[in-house]
């Protein structure tokens, strides 16, 4: 595989057999596998354990649609920022960076920094006017000074579809990881334990809501943390702490010319620059409009709460993005490419291989250990993420859709809430559908759509909501619509979905898309479609009401 042909995939691509294969074959190496797979069963189990009993906790806290929500508005700067570094810090990050930057080098990194970026735009262009102008969801923004019932169905609408298909990757890759690690080699078991993390993510937002999810996403944000401090430290240790010794050997291992210079992934081709540009813009502006990242701004008591866990978060997320540079370059010093790229074309193996190697190797009880240890971080880490995209989704229907556009306003709040744990119930049965269907397939369309289709439809309405005094509800609905059947429409005939042996489904090609991802054009769509709807609207926009959300999201005066 060529670098120009990796794109997306390189950083979240999680391609079932080929990672089952090799893994499974570490695995399985030396007489301790049994006891190995225990260790491994163990912490899962625990991990397991212990959340639901904070999700319980939390559930017997929640009484109000403000909890379930938002809860109660009580979380600190600190905990909010935690619990969103938590919301962030997928499975795509984990094990997608380490593998890019294990594979391409200086290149590779460059996904690390896009990530930690896109968290200034959401500081200073949305954190704390989101906190002061809305309730529970994107939909109270975008209605403040629009028709009601049009505009929340459109929000409404674009959260679930970036959630779902965003559940859908985190899910798919669950399945994948522990399958393979537990030893699952039948289709019966993988949907199993697709089913298994469907089911669990039901229960910690039917019962927990808001404050059992945030505590869970707290909790894991300091697993992930933990787990890759360990790695990073042990790592060092064996090149006694000197960076230089550790890229040297890495670009010496890695056997290929120019590994710690730019160029190696995205100066192959004209393309590959053009696909870096689409790929770096949905990243950057795509965070600042995720719903499960919103929605995290109305947890606190304030704005300057707000601000306060936007800056405890890009600190947390910042120090992890800088340790998944000695875990890359560590793993291409410990590993060979072809051990990497054997196991997944995309290298999201390279740190479990990489601790697995540190501690070891295969075989060794060492390495058995971390690779448990890294393996149930990473399945934590799949669990909090699915829990926050949930609850997005499900807050979004009960708030903007049934409450405010089937009842017109008039449900009470335990009809609210009743409607949400419901919402959550059948979301979580069409994502663990769509996850055992989706098993086999490579889910990096699937997080690129996410990505774009927030960047797209989102970010764009809000920010004229915010900031522009002619937007009108018509713009809002060519924005979100447009902006939204732009990014399905192009990523559906992209190399991502067909025409590649990466693609979700091979041995077809019915692309014309170059690009892997969208946002080159979708974006620019959406601010477009955006400023051409209110231009060209009969509806004169209500200046007053604009005014009044002015001075509401800047000093934060009458906000819940």
Do not use: C
């Not at 200073?124 to 006017?129: D, G, K, S």
């Not at 289709?187 to 910690?204: E, F, Q, R, S």
């Not at 049965?429 to 490579?442: E, F």
């Not at 989102?458 to 609905?477: D, E």
């Amino acid at each position: 595989m060529t670098p120009q042909n990796m794109g997306w995939q390189g950083i979240t691509a999680l391609t079932p057999q080929s990672l089952q294969d090799n893994l499974g074959r570490h695995l399985a190496a030396g007489d301790g596998a049994s006891e190995h797979r225990t260790l491994i069963i163990t912490l899962f189990g625990l991990f397991v354990v212990a959340t639901l009993v904070i999700t319980i906790w939390a559930g017997k806290q929640t009484k109000s649609a403000s909890d379930f929500y938002a809860g109660g508005r009580q979380f600190t700067g600190f905990q909010n920022g935690l619990a969103i570094s938590g919301d962030y810090m997928s499975a795509a990050s984990f094990l997608g960076i380490a593998g890019s930057i294990a594979l391409f080098g200086y290149d590779g990194f460059l996904y690390s920094i896009g990530f930690l970026v896109a968290w200034l735009v959401a500081l200073l262009l949305v954190a704390e006017p989101l906190r002061n102008s809305g309730r529970y969801t994107m939909g109270d923004v975008l209605a403040y000074r629009m028709k009601q019932r049009p505009v929340r169905t459109a929000a409404g609408t674009s959260t679930i579809v970036v959630s779902i298909f965003y559940l859908l990757a985190q899910m798919a890759g669950a399945g994948v990881l522990v399958s393979l690690l537990l030893g699952i080699k039948s289709d019966g078991g993988k949907i199993a334990i697709v089913a298994l993390v469907g089911v669990l993510m039901i229960v910690y937002v039917t019962i927990g809501g808001m404050k059992g999810t945030t505590w869970v996403q707290m909790v894991k944000a300091v697993l992930l943390i933990a787990g890759t401090l360990l790695i990073t430290f042990l790592i060092l240790l064996k090149f006694n702490f000197n960076l230089s010794d550790l890229l040297g050997a890495a670009a010496t291992n890695s056997g290929k010319e120019g590994f710690l210079e730019p160029g190696l992934k995205y100066g192959v081709s004209a393309m590959s620059k053009l696909d870096f540009i689409s790929l770096g813009i949905a990243l950057v502006l795509g965070t600042a409009g995720l719903p499960h990242i919103l929605i995290r701004f109305y947890t606190v008591p304030t704005a300057q709460a707000a601000r306060k866990s936007v800056n405890w978060a890009i600190g947390i997320i910042g120090a992890f993005y800088l340790m998944t540079i000695v875990l890359g370059f560590g793993a291409a010093a410990l590993l060979k490419p072809e051990d990497i790229t054997s196991s997944n074309k995309a290298g999201n193996t390279a740190a479990p291989l990489a601790a697995l190697e540190i501690g070891g190797g295969a075989g060794s009880t060492g390495g058995a250990i971390l690779l448990a240890v890294i393996s149930a971080v990473a399945f934590a880490t799949i669990l909090a993420v699915v829990a926050g995209l949930t609850l997005a989704s499900s807050s979004s229907f009960a708030h903007d859709i049934y409450a405010n556009v089937i009842r017109r306003g008039k449900a009470t709040e335990k009809e609210e809430m009743r409607a949400a744990r419901w919402a959550t119930v059948l979301i979580g049965i069409v994502s663990i559908a769509l996850g055992a269907l989706a098993r086999d397939l490579n889910v990096a369309g699937l997080v690129a759509l996410a990505f774009a289709v927030a960047a797209s439809a989102n970010l764009p309405t809000i920010l004229y909501s915010l900031f522009w005094k002619r937007f009108t509800t018509q713009g809002a609905l060519w924005s979100i619509y447009g902006g939204l059947f732009a990014a399905v429409f192009l990523v559906l005939f992209s190399p991502v979905v067909s025409g590649k042996a990466t693609s979700m489904f091979k041995g077809v090609d019915f692309a014309w898309f170059p690009l892997e991802n969208p946002g080159l054009i979708s974006i620019p769509l959406g601010f477009l479609l955006g400023w051409l709807g209110s231009i060209l609207s009969k509806e004169e926009p209500d200046k007053g009401k604009y005014a009044e959300l002015e001075v509401k999201s800047l000093t934060g005066t009458g906000a819940h």
